[in-house]
T-cell receptor, first 111, second 112 residues
Framework: SQQGEEDPQALSIQEGENATMNCSYKTSINNLQWYRQNSGRGLVHLILIRSNEREKHSGRLRVTLDTSKKSSSLLITASRAADTASYFCATDSGTGNQFYFGTGTSLTVIP | DAGVIQSPRHEVTEMGQEVTLRCKPISGHDYLFWYRQTMMRGLELLIYFNNNVPIDDSGMPEDRFSAKMPNASFSTLKIQPSEPRDSAVYFC??????????FGQGTRLTVV
């Protein structure tokens, strides 16, 4: 399966701390995307990183991609209670435009 | 643009009934995806279209499921007959080629 696998499955931190989530995948990709999903809601797109990129930033978010290790990380700096959600990575198949999702990391930020 | 629009947001139906889920992708996007999310199986890709043509339906669980995209602005996912194990949240998503994929709010289906 091409599905990404997030690690850890669950993460609980204090407000203001940084949160790091990792994603590993199995085959070559063109792109990797990170999403957030609040409980009972839809998925919100956070960042897309292409296979020729190593790092991207968006506000308090920093995503890295290491294609040699087939892994990516999402760093949320100075976390807030509103960041509490599940975070998913999605990888393409390398040959098509479809994306496959991992099982997600459940992040809880304690005020 | 209002984003990907799905309807209905919630659907409760009895086992054996036909269910039709609807999706309007973002204007100009040429890829459309249907996903299903459950606690047990996570997010599963069911089928996706490119320029209204089904490209990969290998994720469709069985023949009771069918999807159509009659034009660039509309797609349906139909389940006939529905079963309790089909209960899930169904998401539609759209994108441009190799671009960000945007999701609708989902349809929460409950089959009793």
């Amino acid at each position: 399966s091409q599905q990404g696998e997030e690690d850890p499955q669950a993460l609980s931190i204090q407000e203001g701390e940084n949160a790091t989530m990792n994603c590993s995948y199995k085959t070559s990709i063109n792109n990797l995307q990170w999403y957030r999903q609040n409980s009972g809601r839809g998925l919100v797109h956070l960042i897309l990183i292409r296979s020729n990129e190593r790092e991207k930033h968006s506000g308090r978010l920093r995503v890295t991609l290491d294609t040699s290790k087939k892994s990516s990380s999402l760093l949320i700096t100075a976390s807030r209670a509103a960041d509490t959600a599940s975070y998913f990575c999605a990888t393409d198949s390398g040959t098509g435009n479809q994306f496959y999702f991992g099982t997600g990391t459940s992040l809880t930020v304690i005020p | 643009d209002a984003g990907v629009i799905q309807s209905p947001r919630h659907e409760v139906t009895e086992m054996g009934q036909e269910v039709t889920l609807r999706c309007k992708p973002i204007s100009g996007h040429d890829y459309l995806f249907w996903y299903r999310q459950t606690m047990m199986r996570g997010l599963e890709l069911l089928i996706y279209f490119n320029n209204n043509v089904p490209i990969d339906d290998s994720g469709m669980p069985e023949d009771r499921f069918s999807a159509k995209m009659p034009n660039a602005s509309f797609s349906t996912l139909k389940i006939q007959p529905s079963e309790p194990r089909d209960s899930a949240v169904y998401f539609c998503a759209s994108s441009l080629v190799q671009g960000m994929t945007f999701f609708g709010q989902g349809t929460r289906l409950t089959v009793v």
